[in-house]
């Protein structure tokens, strides 16, 4: 079966490590900060200005002031900094953040993504993401693999605008985890009771895999 966003989220927080400063996108990145691992201690930074989101609130804590870049209420950790979007923007800019997850609508073999247009259709736009795929060294992007009318995600090139060039080395779908290179998807883990052709099928882009491709594991 194909991954639900909450165990997309808890794959992606497995790539957190202790002391890291991370960016998480809109969509089903924010859903991260739900499943930070025990024992290490991340900082996540919200580029209208939040370092240090924690968990989404409860009807209890709810403050409506309180939001993260994609306007969901969010609350804060104990040593939290607030400060305004140009002061998030230099942090970014200037290559601060250790990790950052991003949505995407596309994704190619050369580490192209597109995040931000759909000719037709009307998307929040641009965001901050041109400058979280210039600043950041580790981006991990996470979306489904396949579009709602069975189309492919995972690219020879991307057909829509770009968000940036050559900057993806990591991509969790619902159906895998892959890796991105010498112009080429690696097959690194495969979803629960997915197989290895149905990833190959829906993977339009030069697609390795290797002889042995484990099944992520999820504890409940």
Known sequence: MALTREQMAQRVARELQDGFYVNLGIGIPTLVANYVPDGIDVML???????????????QTVDADMINAGKQTVTARKGASIFNSADSFAMIRGGHVDLTV????????????????IPGKLIKGMGGAMDLVAGAENIIVTMTH???????????????????????????????????TDGAFVLKE??????????IAKTAGKLVVPDEVPEMVFHS
């Open 45 to 59: 930074q919200s580029e209208n200005g939040l370092l240090g989101m924690g968990e989404f609130p409860t009807e």
């Open 102 to 117: 991003l949505g995407a609508f596309e994704v190619d073999v050369h580490g192209n993504i597109a995040s931000w247009m």
């Open 146 to 180: 396949a579009s709602k009318d069975g189309e492919s995600k995972l690219l020879p090139q991307c057909s829509l605008p770009l968000t940036g060039a050559g900057c993806i080395r990591k991509v969790l779908t619902d159906l895998a985890y892959l890796e991105i």
């Open 190 to 199: 495969r979803a629960p009771g997915v197989s290895v052709e149905e990833i």
